[in-house]
């Protein structure tokens, strides 16, 4: 025999939407069986019909092959013989309808009877058995809704711990009805094949046994096939019930888990989370707008299938697109009042989807999933080794600090290390970054908490932020190039010698924003000109940070992820000493553009500086004047910023060649 199709008793408490649609299947088999089982029972009781018309046609036959000896023909004479033979053939006739009689018996005892068993009880039990399972489906959907609208703060304990139980009441009694519902299908399948057979069987029999005792009308063969359906049956029957008593075994097996399994959020305290984690599915709330301020929470399943978030309702064949993870931003989000809200934001800053998870777990193993997607570590030959070297990469990393208070309590020796000791050999992470160096996260505030600042009155920003309505050193500097950028995070280092003190700060900055799930970032402008770098807030155009060119020491991008760059500052101190800082950041373009227009600036400052101070009574030859040069770079042919930034190099290259002339 051809196995059997299954449902997976396993998949029941899941009740994932791959679980349903195979249900439904099944559900579309037992339909369509139970049609044709009505019409298969009305033929059949069209022959049992047939049968005893046929009794009670050979009965009346017979009762008028008798009757003829009582006629009274006029002309009756000679008719003994044939009143002898109809008696005969009376005779016959009666012993046919007492076969015939036999016949329709057992037509009804072993055609009809069990078909209308199969359909009264197997084909009843399921269709009862799908009500029930529908019925707790719907009380889980309700409890579940119920206990997804718990407010995060100031919550009733008391009410939680109801709802809890009603959660774990309603899906432990979704559980059980879909293993009984499960079974009955499955068990369907087997006895669909007996009960086909079964009546035909009854059938064939009966006119067997109806024309051997009326004439030897049927060969040994039909003898021997009925044996071997006989012996067909008789191992179906002995599968079924070896599967029904695994399937009894399976089911109380599945039922004594711990009621932990049904409780949700039930290790809120210290969830075991995986943040190894290149995939993930299960059910999430979906914020949907339905209008300027309203909204609708909508139960779905989701899962990632590559670098993207898709999403399958209940009943549908497969999933749809709903975010691409590539490159994205996730981050935990206060949201109505929810609890466990994440969102996802888009690569270009704009706000994605929100997203409520049922546990705090399920909230930290989507946004680190969701992370690691968006890393592409996915594409990689073995993403499940990258994820875990990053995680523990990420466990050697400092702990950070996030408030900007924090920093000026640590403070960092500054050291001066010569170049010729880090051309040959690899420096030491130690002799770059002190240990224990704090890492500051917060530096730009985000332009809504700006705003809330300074709503009312004009008030001093605590960070020395200032509003320019115009910047006066940017009108007349040859360079102008903007950028968007992602501050991730800074920290005090102990050299710029070398690159490599921005790859390592790159290092732990990303490995303890992972560790410790800060996936916040907020977004600005940086604004490159030939005489400073600037954060500027895209909203409202605050000037969030400032740094001179000058004290810009080094500045490089990161080698493999080119959307990374970072530069090192030297600012002198009040004790007369300098420190140094990094500052990392996440752009929306290459780094090695960033780097390449900082590079621009620094050489337009080397330009305009004088040879030497006999010489500045001579600017035609030994300064450039600016405003000549302001005049040629504004009258250049070419107006996109690449092009622009071209000309000004190849500009500088030529004023370069001039002063060294001049010199000699």
Same mark, same amino acid.
């Given at each position: 025999?051809?196995?059997?199709?299954?449902?997976?008793?396993?998949?029941?408490?899941?009740?994932?939407?791959?679980?349903?649609?195979?249900?439904?299947?099944?559900?579309?088999?037992?339909?369509?069986?139970?049609?044709?089982?009505?019409?298969?029972?009305?033929?059949?009781?069209?022959?049992?019909?047939?049968?005893?018309?046929?009794?009670?046609?050979?009965?009346?036959?017979?009762?008028?092959?008798?009757?003829?000896?009582?006629?009274?023909?006029?002309?009756?004479?000679?008719?003994?013989?044939?009143?002898?033979?109809?008696?005969?053939?009376?005779?016959?006739?009666?012993?046919?309808?007492?076969?015939?009689?036999?016949?329709?018996?057992?037509?009804?005892?072993?055609?009809?009877?069990?078909?209308?068993?199969?359909?009264?009880?197997?084909?009843?039990?399921?269709?009862?058995?799908?009500?029930?399972?529908?019925?707790?489906?719907?009380?889980?959907?309700?409890?579940?809704?119920?206990?997804?609208?718990?407010?995060?703060?100031?919550?009733?304990?008391?009410?939680?711990?109801?709802?809890?139980?009603?959660?774990?009441?309603?899906?432990?009694?979704?559980?059980?009805?879909?293993?009984?519902?499960?079974?009955?299908?499955?068990?369907?399948?087997?006895?669909?094949?007996?009960?086909?057979?079964?009546?035909?069987?009854?059938?064939?029999?009966?006119?067997?046994?109806?024309?051997?005792?009326?004439?030897?009308?049927?060969?040994?063969?039909?003898?021997?096939?009925?044996?071997?359906?006989?012996?067909?049956?008789?191992?179906?029957?002995?599968?079924?019930?070896?599967?029904?008593?695994?399937?009894?075994?399976?089911?109380?097996?599945?039922?004594?888990?711990?009621?932990?399994?049904?409780?949700?959020?039930?290790?809120?305290?210290?969830?075991?989370?995986?943040?190894?984690?290149?995939?993930?599915?299960?059910?999430?709330?979906?914020?949907?707008?339905?209008?300027?301020?309203?909204?609708?929470?909508?139960?779905?399943?989701?899962?990632?299938?590559?670098?993207?978030?898709?999403?399958?309702?209940?009943?549908?064949?497969?999933?749809?697109?709903?975010?691409?993870?590539?490159?994205?931003?996730?981050?935990?989000?206060?949201?109505?009042?929810?609890?466990?809200?994440?969102?996802?934001?888009?690569?270009?800053?704009?706000?994605?989807?929100?997203?409520?998870?049922?546990?705090?777990?399920?909230?930290?193993?989507?946004?680190?999933?969701?992370?690691?997607?968006?890393?592409?570590?996915?594409?990689?030959?073995?993403?499940?080794?990258?994820?875990?070297?990053?995680?523990?990469?990420?466990?050697?990393? $400092?702990? &950070?600090? !996030?408030? #900007?208070?924090?920093?000026?309590?640590? =403070?960092?020796? @500054?050291?001066?290390?010569?170049?010729? *000791?880090?051309?040959?050999?690899?420096?030491?992470?130690?002799?770059?970054?002190?240990?224990?160096?704090?890492?500051?996260?917060?530096? $730009?505030? &985000?332009? !809504?908490? #700006?705003?809330?600042?300074?709503?009312? =009155?004009?008030? @001093?920003?605590?960070?020395?932020?200032? *509003?320019?309505?115009?910047?006066?050193?940017?009108?007349?500097?040859?360079?102008?190039?903007?950028?968007?950028?992602?501050?991730?995070?800074?920290?005090?280092?102990?050299?710029?010698?070398?690159?490599?003190?921005?790859?390592?700060?790159?290092?732990?900055?990303?490995?303890?924003?992972?560790?410790?799930?800060?996936?916040?970032?907020?977004?600005?402008?940086?604004?490159?000109?030939?005489?400073?770098?600037?954060?500027?807030?895209?909203?409202?155009?605050?000037?969030?940070?400032?740094?001179?060119?000058?004290?810009?020491?080094?500045?490089?991008?990161?080698?493999?992820?080119?959307?990374?760059?970072?530069?090192?500052?030297?600012?002198?101190?009040?004790?007369?000493?300098?420190?140094?800082?990094?500052?990392?950041?996440?752009?929306?373009?290459?780094?090695?553009?960033?780097?390449?227009?900082?590079?621009?600036?620094?050489?337009?400052?080397?330009?305009?500086?004088?040879?030497?101070?006999?010489?500045?009574?001579?600017?035609?030859?030994?300064?450039?004047?600016?405003?000549?040069?302001?005049?040629?770079?504004?009258?250049?042919?070419?107006?996109?910023?690449?092009?622009?930034?071209?000309?000004?190099?190849?500009?500088?290259?030529?004023?370069?060649?001039?002063?060294?002339?001049?010199?000699?």
């Amino acid at each position: 025999m051809p196995a059997v199709d299954k449902l997976l008793l396993e998949e029941a408490l899941q009740d994932s939407p791959q679980a349903r649609s195979l249900l439904s299947v099944f559900e579309e088999d037992a339909g369509t069986l139970t049609d044709y089982t009505n019409q298969l029972l009305q033929a059949m009781q069209r022959v049992y019909g047939a049968q005893n018309e046929m009794c009670l046609a050979t009965q009346q036959l017979s009762k008028q092959l008798l009757a003829y000896e009582k006629q009274n023909f006029a002309l009756g004479k000679g008719d003994e013989e044939v009143i002898s033979t109809l008696h005969y053939f009376s005779k016959v006739v009666d012993e046919l309808n007492v076969l015939h009689t036999e016949l329709a018996k057992q037509l009804a005892d072993t055609m009809v009877l069990p078909v209308i068993q199969f359909r009264e009880k197997d084909l009843t039990e399921v269709s009862t058995l799908k009500d029930l399972f529908g019925l707790a489906s719907n009380e889980h959907d309700l409890s579940m809704a119920k206990y997804s609208r718990l407010p995060k703060k100031k919550e009733n304990e008391r009410v939680k711990t109801e709802v809890g139980k009603e959660v774990a009441a309603a899906r432990r009694k979704q559980h059980l009805s879909s293993l009984q519902y499960y079974c009955a299908l499955n068990a369907l399948q087997y006895r669909k094949r007996m009960a086909m057979m079964e009546p035909m069987i009854g059938f064939a029999q009966g006119q067997i046994d109806f024309f051997k005792k009326g004439a030897a009308m049927f060969s040994s063969s039909m003898d021997s096939f009925l044996a071997s359906v006989a012996g067909m049956m008789q191992s179906i029957q002995v599968e079924l019930e070896a599967e029904v008593d695994k399937m009894q075994v399976s089911q109380q097996e599945l039922l004594s888990v711990d009621e932990s399994v049904y409780t949700p959020d039930f290790d809120v305290a210290a969830p075991q989370v995986n943040r190894n984690l290149l995939q993930k599915a299960g059910y999430l709330n979906l914020r949907n707008k339905t209008g300027l301020v309203t909204t609708t929470w909508e139960r779905l399943y989701f899962f990632t299938q590559g670098g993207n978030l898709m999403c399958q309702p209940r009943g549908a064949v497969a999933g749809g697109l709903i975010q691409d993870l590539d490159n994205c931003s996730v981050m935990a989000v206060d949201c109505e009042d929810r609890r466990y809200c994440f969102q996802i934001t888009t690569p270009n800053g704009k706000s994605g989807i929100i997203l409520q998870a049922e546990s705090r777990k399920e909230h930290e193993e989507w946004i680190c999933a969701i992370h690691n997607i968006s890393r592409q570590i996915y594409l990689t030959e073995n993403p499940e080794a990258v994820a875990i070297k990053l995680n523990q990469t990420a466990l050697q990393a $400092v702990t &950070p600090i !996030t408030s #900007f208070e924090k920093k000026s309590e640590t =403070s960092c020796p @500054s050291l001066n290390l010569k170049n010729s *000791e880090t051309e040959n050999h690899t420096i030491p992470a130690t002799e770059l970054i002190a240990p224990g160096t704090p890492i500051q996260f917060d530096i $730009v505030l &985000p332009a !809504t908490e #700006f705003l809330d600042q300074n709503r009312g =009155s004009r008030r @001093s920003n605590p960070f020395g932020e200032t *509003e320019d309505d115009s910047f006066p050193e940017a009108e007349d500097s040859l360079l102008q190039q903007m950028f968007i950028v992602r501050f991730l995070g800074s920290m005090a280092v102990k050299t710029d010698s070398t690159t490599e003190v921005i790859y390592e700060a790159m290092r732990q900055v990303l490995a303890a924003r992972a560790i410790h799930n800060i996936f916040r970032t907020t977004e600005s402008h940086l604004m490159v000109t030939s005489q400073s770098l600037r954060l500027i807030d895209p909203q409202t155009q605050v000037s969030r940070a400032n740094f001179e060119l000058t004290s810009v020491t080094q500045f490089a991008a990161h080698q493999e992820n080119k959307r990374l760059v970072g530069f090192v500052i030297r600012v002198p101190e009040s004790t007369g000493e300098e420190s140094l800082s990094t500052y990392i950041f996440e752009s929306n373009s290459e780094g090695e553009k960033i780097c390449y227009a900082i590079n621009l600036g620094k050489e337009i400052i080397e330009v305009q500086k004088p040879s030497s101070s006999e010489d500045h009574h001579r600017p035609s030859s030994r300064e450039i004047p600016r405003g000549n040069l302001l005049e040629m770079i504004n009258s250049a042919p070419c107006h996109s910023a690449p092009h622009r930034l071209s000309y000004i190099h190849q500009y500088l290259k030529r004023l370069i060649g001039i002063r060294k002339i001049l010199e000699i």
